[in-house]
């Protein structure tokens, strides 16, 4: 069995709502297993995986690395996050939702992109009212009624559970995200690590399944 220890990243978007449970899986399945996570924008634990500063990450795909095994583990929802006093009125379009007051993850976060990539429109780029570090920031902005935001799927209980927002599904085609796990191809552990992604598949789905 897998054994020694394991250098695991994460993207920010993810590792609060999954991490701790793939911790505790991971333990039970592999007491010899000594789990080392780190927390960082995609861009920072693809350079760390290919200099071999880290085994695997836990990212959304693609990537587009030659060198990284690319692993699909599953899919979720982009939710819109409004102020409670929206809480009747009509789930806006993309389009709508780009001339609404945004509220979006700084730069080079990847969860940024895909939001911005939904709410662009050909007539003139989204308005973004703020940038924060943090969904956590972004929620409590909404609550304060400075805006609107998108968060993932997995993020839904945790950062709105004590705030005063709304919570909405989009409109089909709704947009959403693929989480995958990638690893160097050059790894001798590779086939070790397919377990792991289905481990960490398992973890995702049963948290999307309780997710409101």
């Not at 009125?89 to 007051?101: F, Q, T």
Request: glycine fraction near 6%.
């Amino acid at each position: 069995p897998l054994s020694g220890r394991l250098r695991i990243g994460v993207i920010p978007t993810v590792a609060p709502y999954l991490l701790p449970q793939v911790i505790k899986t991971l333990t039970r399945h592999y007491p010899g297993l000594e789990a080392r996570p780190r927390e960082a924008v995609t861009q920072k634990l693809i350079e760390d995986l290919l200099e071999a500063r880290l085994d695997m990450a836990i990212v959304a795909l693609p990537v587009s690395e030659p060198a990284l095994e690319e692993v699909p583990l599953f899919s979720e929802e982009f939710i819109l996050v409004r102020p409670m006093e929206d809480a009747g009125m009509p789930v806006p379009s993309a389009d709508k939702l780009g001339e609404m007051r945004l509220l979006l993850l700084e730069e080079g976060h990847c969860f940024r992109n895909q939001a911005l990539s939904f709410c662009s429109t050909t007539n003139a780029p989204p308005r973004v009212l703020m940038e924060g570090s943090s969904l956590s920031t972004l929620v409590q902005m909404v609550g304060a009624g400075i805006g609107v935001t998108l968060i993932p799927q997995m993020a839904v209980d945790m950062e709105t559970r004590q705030s005063t927002v709304s919570v909405f599904r989009l409109a089909e085609p709704r947009p959403s995200r693929t989480i995958g796990m990638v690893w160097r191809k050059s790894n001798p552990l590779s086939a070790q690590f397919t377990h792991i992604a289905e481990i960490v598949r398992e973890c995702g789905l049963r948290k999307l399944c309780l997710s409101p």
